[in-house]
T-cell receptor, first 113, second 113 residues
Framework: EAGVTQSPTHLIKTRGQQATLRCSPISGHTSVYWYQQALGLGLQFLLW???????NRGNFPPRFSGRQFPNYSSELNVNALELEDSALYLC????????????FGQGTRLTVV | QKEVEQDPGPLSVPEGAIVSLNCTYSNSAFQYFMWYRQYSRKGPELLMYTYSSGNKEDGRFTAQVDKSSKYISLFIRDSQPSDSATYLC?????????????FGKGTKLSVKP
């Protein structure tokens, strides 16, 4: 069974540009979570999607947005990139009902220069 | 008070030692408790998952949840150098708008040969 896959693995953008990060959950998982892990910091919750709906949002500005598609894959968009957006962006998926383990992808390392 | 507290360490132990990692939390709605291991520059890997209170054992790893004390633990027996990583606790409530995972900041463990 394939795990959570994220693309691209690395992304280099210039300040002010937009970045799009993608995530494919484990087959059958309907929930997708996005986290930011900046150097030396813990995982900061960004967004939670389930069944195509945004269920919760972390303490991040509106330029961080996303969506979940009918096949449960998800996209994270970061507009007007700032240097401090440089981080590892992690996606996780889980079943909401029943077993609740969440599994992570390997992340997308975003560097803003 | 933060929702999840975890001592960041670093924690250094000799090979073969028993390691105890802990987290405390404040939200009594948390029902699902997880431990992740994260190697440098990698995504977190799910180690143990527990629902509600009790113990769970998997090989050298034992997870304990004490909901009355809002305290969870991960024990590693016969620790190995390959166990050197950052260990993250994570937890969440059953569902609704608070169903996203909340993480501790992680404890960095080093097992010396």
């Amino acid at each position: 069974e394939a795990g959570v896959t994220q693309s691209p693995t690395h992304l280099i953008k210039t300040r002010g540009q937009q970045a799009t990060l993608r995530c494919s959950p484990i087959s059958g998982h309907t929930s997708v979570y996005w986290y930011q892990q900046a150097l030396g910091l813990g995982l900061q919750f960004l967004l939670w999607y389930d069944e195509g709906e945004e269920r919760n949002r972390g303490n991040f500005p509106p330029r961080f947005s996303g969506r979940q598609f009918p096949n449960y894959s998800s996209e994270l968009n970061v507009n007007a990139l700032e240097l401090e957006d440089s981080a590892l962006y992690l996606c996780a998926s889980s079943l909401v009902q029943g077993a609740a383990e969440a599994f992570f992808g390997q992340g997308t390392r975003l560097t803003v220069v | 008070q933060k929702e999840v507290e975890q001592d960041p360490g670093p924690l250094s132990v000799p090979e073969g030692a028993i390691v105890s990692l802990n987290c405390t939390y404040s939200n009594s709605a948390f029902q699902y408790f997880m431990w992740y291991r994260q190697y440098s520059r990698k995504g977190p890997e799910l180690l143990m998952y527990t629902y509600s209170s009790g113990n769970k054992e998997d090989g050298r790893f034992t997870a304990q949840v004490d909901k009355s004390s809002k305290y969870i633990s991960l024990f590693i027996r016969d620790s190995q150098p390959s166990d050197s990583a950052t260990y993250l606790c994570a937890m969440r409530s059953r569902g609704g708008s608070q169903g996203n995972l909340i993480f501790g900041k992680g404890t960095k463990l080093s097992v010396k040969p």
